[in-house]
């Protein structure tokens, strides 16, 4: 079965996510863990998890995916803003204590002029420092489209940061089709090469999740400018061999496509209707 969800507004809570993402036939869904542009999070409603994990429990909605305010720059040259990317994030892993087995996407920041170098010690240092042996979270760092000095714009910037992680299995790796794309890896003419590639850079084994997204710019860009599935570069075809791909077709895909629900409705069944397993 395969497992599709998008992005969805965590304003209202977990079970309206769940009920939201039953109303457009999603098994799993991706959400902010607090106003994207990073501000305090709200207190935590227990009640509403509890009803949360019932009601997914009931709809076999699993795999969900938080993700980390944009914001954050856990390699920013300032010292108070890096400090502020840390309690942040070690703040979302203990409140995601309270819906365990899940991942948890961020983007591993610009250097702002100081270097990938110096990014990749203070991003790896930050986990370092955060992760915890006994978490039921893994963190996943996510692909860039390496505009201006974004980190993890090549397979090579995220593995020097998954090298220098001691607890290696709570890391992984959720990639961006829209990001690599604009990265400069062929997914829509070279798709497997761009596996192997990622397979022996990276290894397979820790890609996590697929963010799902056209792109409304071409190969090798650098925008990061998401389109609907069908409305930009990569195209409708070359994404679904990406849910098809024998690879990937196990992992949950989130699409962060430009839509209301009733758009996603119509790209998740788009994907349903053209899956090729069980
Ligand atoms: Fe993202
Ligand atoms: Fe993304
Ligand atoms: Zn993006």
Redesign the pocket.
């Known amino acids: 079965m395969l497992s599709i969800g998008c992005h969805l507004s965590s304003s209202k809570g977990y079970l309206n996510m769940g009920k939201d993402a039953v109303k457009i036939n999603a098994n799993t869904f991706q959400f902010f863990t607090r106003n994207p542009r990073g501000s305090k999070a709200r207190a935590l409603d227990m009640a509403d998890i509890e009803d949360y994990l019932v009601f997914a429990a009931a709809h076999k909605i699993n795999r969900i995916l938080a ?1 980390a305010p ?1 914001t954050l720059n856990a390699c920013s040259a300032d010292d108070s803003v890096r400090e502020f990317a840390h309690l942040t994030m070690a703040d979302d892993l203990n409140r995601l204590e309270h819906t365990p087995g899940n991942c948890y ?1 961020f ?1 591993p920041g610009s250097h702002v002029g100081q270097g990938a170098e110096t990014g990749i010690s203070y991003i790896s240092n930050l986990l370092n420092d955060i992760l915890k042996p006994e978490q039921h979270t893994t963190v996943l760092l ?1 692909t860039m489209s390496g505009k201006g000095s974004e980190v993890g714009r090549s397979f090579e910037e995220l593995r020097e940061i998954l090298d220098r992680v001691t607890l290696t299995d709570h890391i992984g790796v959720c990639l ?1 089709t829209c990001h690599v794309w604009d990265g400069g890896y062929d997914i829509a003419g070279h798709l497997d090469e761009v596996l192997t590639q990622f397979d022996k850079l990276i290894g397979l084994n820790r890609l996590k999740a697929i ?1 799902l997204n056209d792109s409304m710019n071409g190969l090798g860009s650098h925008k990061d400018r998401h389109a609907k599935i069908g409305e930009g570069c990569i195209g409708a075809e070359a994404l679904i061999r990406v849910v098809n791909h024998p690879a990937l077709k196990e992992l949950p895909f989130y699409l962060e496509t430009p839509n209301e629900l009733e758009g996603y409705a119509r790209e998740i069944k788009l994907f349903r209707e053209a899956y090729l397993g069980k």
Do not use: F
Request: charged share 30%; aromatic share 14%; proline share 0%.
């Open positions: 993700h944009y996407n983007h996510e961006d963010h």
